[in-house]
């Protein structure tokens, strides 16, 4: 089926869930701006379209100072602001301001320079973005930009400020990749596109939702969030200077304003790195937000090298022992939160004390500012996605929501006990790259489960022809090495023997040789894309499996047999679909669930019928 029907499909789909006149407006608060293409190839009646959608979205608003801002830029070969977000407090002074827009149509499609001004000045305290405020930009494009490597560039600089952004692409001129790069991850929720500018009405309802929810989730209320151990790492080297330092302890204070502090909430801690290290005040320094705010205010800045390695490995040792105040025996998140300007002095000891912090248990969140970091550096520090970038120290304040979402909304670790086993499908039919998708969701859903040998056990096996195990249940016994497991599983394609490869789970895979454990959970993830080569074998190895006591979950890929994937299943509950592989990762937390479940329901009757039907 072509992408483009598809996703109008699920456009309208979903259209039951969106608000209609007449239903209570979106009352949150966001600042959000439009931004539509205004070249030669939109016709003056299609920017008429364009223009009414914006106000269809506009109308679902409660629009006021307090609660969301609204502003406007057009684009073709230069940039044009229509109106900022503090320029109108109102609905009917947008709604006004927005008939009052003129149709250029001239010129080319300059969406790279579009996006750069929506970063730098769209969304800047200038033009009236209010700090801490979600940011949302909603771009509207009928056609391919002018300079595509730039247009990803900015995209991702927009993105890793902060912003949110959701891509509408109008007919068969626009480039599905550019449209996917522009828009903000999953592509399910932020990437529309219909066939012609007539179609806009069709979304409008849907759009205004789904711009609803986000912003409701980007407000995310951090107060609530329960115990945790977090510890800034501020970079107090020479190329930052004493002026940025205190804008990075105003962005921290900033953070610590947004959560409940105390010996059974959320404890902060704080550590200085330049050519020594210093550890400004343990996690169990101050019990309430007030003094903690007071003792960063006094923290003195300290000139020298970018020793980042020996201030992870200060982390490691001092700041998470239980000395400092780590609550390690209750199982409290611990969280690190490392903001820097530049390449450390030795990379190599940096990314050694990363891997020994991760293996830890400490999640790693990496703040990039300007141009002089070292992406892969920060990149191979952080944990799982956990990095951001910013043009400026001024800027961190841009980041204050994006951050706060990650870290208040992570989902906290799985504490089960279970052996986990996922089967991959590697035909032909899955091809090279969307391989490589396969291994990115099953590395999210590992990064969620408390990887150990008295929790959870995770094995991987990839099949075709025939079937390969690439580790064992008991073969890694932290996130860490199973994620660099994963990430080093070679494609290996050819036909699928789902049957064959069942029959190895289940008399190999879940054996006392690979490492099962007696009285624990078995689970078995099958993630396919296309019909078995038997389907009768495919049955009965998967009857054989349940009746081994192994739960097992069928995750199908595109349009395929949804008949094979019950007969795998233990019952519908345990029967996940997903549209192709770039969607596949909105299944992480169903996948995360069904692992964690204190205890699984049996329930093999479903399953059980397709296989005696076959047969």
């Not at 239980?322 to 030795?346: C, F, L, N, Y």
């Not at 906290?412 to 590697?426: E, I, P, R, Y």
């Not at 895979?509 to 099962?516: I, Q, T, V």
């Not at 992480?588 to 397709?610: F, I, P």
Request: aromatic letters at 8%; glycine letters at 8%.
């Amino acid at each position: 089926m072509d992408l483009r029907i598809t996703l109008v499909v699920c456009i309208v789909i979903s259209g039951h869930v969106t608000m209609s006149s007449g239903e209570s407006s979106c009352g949150t608060k966001g600042d959000v701006v439009f931004l539509l293409d205004n070249s030669a190839s939109v016709a003056s009646s299609d920017f008429k379209l364009m223009l009414d959608f914006v106000k269809g979205i506009v109308k679902e608003f409660v629009l006021s100072k307090t609660q969301v801002q609204v502003g406007l830029e057009t684009f073709d070969t230069g940039v044009r602001t229509e109106f900022k977000l503090d320029s109108y407090s109102n609905t009917q002074d947008v709604l006004d301001a927005v008939d009052k827009v003129s149709y250029v149509g001239g010129g080319g499609t300059n969406t790279g320079d579009a996006l750069e001004h929506l970063r730098l000045k769209s969304f800047s305290k200038a033009f009236g973005h209010r700090p801490g405020v979600p940011k949302l930009a909603i771009v509207v494009t009928d056609g391919v930009s002018s300079y595509k490597n730039r247009t990803t560039e900015q995209a991702r600089l927009a993105q890793n400020s902060g912003i949110t952004i959701m891509t509408v692409g109008v007919g068969k001129s626009t480039d599905l990749q550019e449209l996917q790069d522009i828009a903000s991850d999953p592509d399910s929720k932020y990437l529309f596109h219909i066939d012609t500018f007539v179609g806009l009405k069709m979304i409008k309802s849907t759009l205004a939702a789904a711009t609803c929810t986000k912003l409701k989730g980007l407000a995310s209320d951090c107060s609530k969030k329960g115990a945790a151990d977090i510890v800034f790492v501020l970079d107090s080297s020479g190329s930052v200077g004493e002026d940025n330092f205190e804008k990075m302890k105003n962005f921290t204070m900033d953070i610590v304003d947004e959560f409940t502090v105390g010996p059974d909430a959320v404890q902060f801690g704080i550590v200085i790195f330049s050519t020594p290290v210093t550890g400004a005040f343990s996690l169990n320094k101050y019990d309430n937000a007030k003094e903690l705010k007071e003792a960063i205010s006094e923290i003195e800045f300290e000139d020298g090298e970018t020793h980042t390695g020996k201030a992870l490995e200060f982390l490691r040792q001092k700041s998470f022992s239980t000395k400092e105040g780590a609550r390690t025996s209750q199982k409290v998140p611990k969280i690190a939160i490392v903001i820097t300007d530049g390449h450390s002095t030795h990379k190599e000891k940096t990314l050694e004390e990363a891997t020994k912090l991760k293996v830890q248990g400490v999640e790693i969140f990496t703040i990039g500012v300007g141009d002089e970091v070292d992406e892969d550096e920060l990149t191979k520090m952080a944990s799982n996605k956990n990095i951001f970038r910013v043009d400026t120290f001024s800027a961190l304040n841009h980041l204050q929501p994006l951050l706060l979402r990650q870290v208040c909304t992570a989902p906290s670790t799985c504490l089960g006990k279970s052996d986990v086993v996922f089967l991959l499908d590697s035909s032909c039919s899955v091809g090279k790259n969307n391989f490589q998708k396969l291994k990115h969701f099953v590395s999210d859903v590992t990064y969620n489960l408390d990887i150990n040998k008295n929790g959870v056990q995770m094995g991987v096996e990839t099949y075709e022809c025939k079937v390969h195990t690439n580790f064992e249940l008991k073969r890694y016994h932290n996130k860490v090495q199973v994620q660099n497991a994963i990430n080093n599983i070679d494609y290996k394609p050819g036909g699928t023997n789902t049957g064959d490869a069942i029959k190895h789970m289940w008399m190999r895979s879940f054996s006392p040789e690979y490492g099962s454990r007696d009285n624990v959970r078995k689970l078995g993830i099958v993630i396919t894309d296309g019909d078995s080569k038997s389907k009768a074998t495919t049955f009965y190895q998967a009857h054989k499996a349940r009746e081994s006591g192994v739960t097992m979950i069928a995750i199908g890929v595109g349009d395929m047999n949804v008949e094979e994937l019950k007969g795998i299943a233990n019952g519908t509950d345990y029967l996940l679909t997903t549209k192709n592989y770039d969607t596949l990762r909105d299944l992480t937390q169903s996948v995360t669930k069904m692992a964690c479940e204190g205890s699984l329901k049996r329930d093999k009757g479903n399953a059980e019928y397709q296989y005696l039907v076959l047969n």
